[in-house]
């Protein structure tokens, strides 16, 4: 039983400092967001690493930051062409499937290898960024809390009640032993 109940307090911790963190960054990521954008981001959220050396990521998926457009990040994959260039097939672009550029990508940057895609995470960030997203984020923190706080008082209430039964079978004990004693002592006395 002690067993079970030091594998949910240490469940419940890590629930907990998960959602915590959860918060925290999500909170982050939407003031960043919010200063670094003027259009919120919808979609998928990319991961990068911070290498920029194109030669050395060939194959890989690489993330171009198009200068033209502030919001438009577009994911690549960095290949060789035959005459010595680098070749940028879109992976998830709408605009064209194969871009050739020869060197330099020209009115690109080239802002990362891509390391994990976070699907949907977009759209959380923008509804978190309306009023209703962040009253939702404040009511779901306010829950955990209260369920992480409401846990200890439970217990401290189930054991007063414990207690005020304990007293309670005391007493009737106390009284039954009072009127058995009591029903002797007449027997006693009408003898």
């Known amino acids: 039983m002690k067993e079970i109940k030091k594998a949910l307090a240490i469940l419940k911790s890590a629930v907990f400092i998960l959602f915590l963190a959860i918060s925290v960054i999500l909170t982050a990521s939407i003031v960043n967001s919010k200063n670094e954008f003027s259009t919120p981001r919808i979609g998928p959220i990319y991961l990068l690493s911070s290498e920029y050396a194109v030669d050395g990521n060939a194959g890989k998926i690489i993330v171009i930051h198009d200068t033209g457009t502030e919001n438009s990040k577009e994911n690549y994959i960095a290949a060789y ?12 672009g709408y605009k064209s499937n194969l871009i050739l550029m020869e060197g330099d990508p020209g009115g690109f940057n080239i802002i990362g290898r891509r390391i994990m895609t976070i699907p949907y995470l977009g759209y959380l960030l923008n509804f978190a960024s309306t009023q209703l997203g962040l009253a939702a984020i404040m009511f779901a923190d306010l829950l955990i809390v209260l369920s992480f706080v409401s846990l200890p008082l439970m217990d401290i209430f189930k054991n007063s009640s414990k207690h005020k039964k304990a007293i309670i079978r005391k007493r009737k004990r106390r009284n039954e032993r009072y009127m058995e004693e009591g029903r002797l002592r007449k027997r006693s006395a009408v003898v």
């Not at 062409?81 to 998830?92: C, L, R």
């Open 81 to 92: 062409t035959h005459s010595g260039g680098i070749a940028f097939k879109n992976v998830e």
